[in-house]
T-cell receptor, first 117, second 115 residues
Framework: AQTVTQSQPEMSVQEAETVTLSCTYD???????LFWYKQPPSRQMILVIR??????QNATENRFSVNFQKAAKSFSLKISDSQLGDAAMYFC??????????????FGTGTLLAVQP | GAGVSQTPSNKVTEKGKYVELRCDPI?????LYWYRQSLGQGPEFLIY????????DSGLPNDRFFAVRPEGSVSTLKIQRTERGDSAVYLC?????????????FGPGTRLTVL
């Protein structure tokens, strides 16, 4: 079974600074997808960024980028130029490439990010 | 609608009661997922619908939990004989086809509190 681990329950960053959130996962599969989701107090999960395991290039979306280390099974999220609106719970998630009957997401326990003005 | 909607936003019930939680997916999305998020945890998969049928219900914790999607759009999660341990946020997500390349779009969830 696949598992996702986020070892940082809480993180804090100053506005305009850079912060990195960590995520490790365990799987025996070679192809899969990894995601970072943001969950603000409104509870609605919002996709931040997505990485396909077969792609060596790290995904980037504006101020958000990932450091995907497949051999180490590590998938960290870097937020540059942090903004007050980035404050939220961030979840790392895994999905099988060949989902079979399902394409369910497997989530970590989350990291609560605070942004200080 | 523009996004996934869920009703009610909050539900408080007493132990032993029956509750129904509703999910209205994005129009045209054939795949629908239910997840449960307990306090301090990430969401955990409950059930996946492809159209009207439950393609994977392996995450349902026991037979008190049941979900339907009779017309392939709106889904209802039903919980019988609620227990205090059922208290959680229940999230619904939909995706266009259910393919492995799809993005899942989440609703705001229903917070269920069992007293």
């Amino acid at each position: 079974a696949q598992t996702v681990t986020q070892s940082q329950p809480e993180m804090s960053v100053q506005e305009a600074e850079t912060v990195t959130l960590s995520c490790t996962y365990d799987t025996s599969e070679s192809d899969y997808y990894l995601f970072w989701y943001k969950q603000p107090p409104s509870r609605q999960m919002i996709l931040v960024i997505r990485q396909e395991a077969y792609k060596q290039q790290n995904a980037t979306e504006n101020r958000f980028s990932v450091n995907f280390q497949k051999a180490a099974k590590s998938f960290s999220l870097k937020i540059s130029d942090s903004q007050l609106g980035d404050a939220a719970m961030y979840f790392c998630a895994y999905r099988r490439y060949y989902g079979g009957a399902t394409n369910k997401l497997i989530f970590g326990t989350g990291t609560l990010l605070a942004v200080q003005p | 609608g523009a996004g996934v909607s869920q009703t009610p936003s909050n539900k408080v019930t007493e132990k032993g009661k029956y509750v129904e939680l509703r999910c209205d997916p994005i129009s045209g999305h054939t795949a629908l997922y239910w997840y449960r998020q307990s306090l301090g945890q990430g969401p955990e998969f409950l059930i996946y619908f492809q159209g009207t049928g439950a393609a994977d219900d392996s995450g349902l914790p026991n037979d008190r939990f049941f979900a339907v999607r009779p017309e392939g759009s709106v889904s209802t999660l039903k919980i019988q004989r609620t227990e205090r341990g059922d208290s959680a946020v229940y999230l619904c997500a939909s995706s266009p086809t259910g393919s492995n390349t799809d993005t899942q779009y989440f609703g705001p969830g229903t917070r269920l509190t069992v007293l």
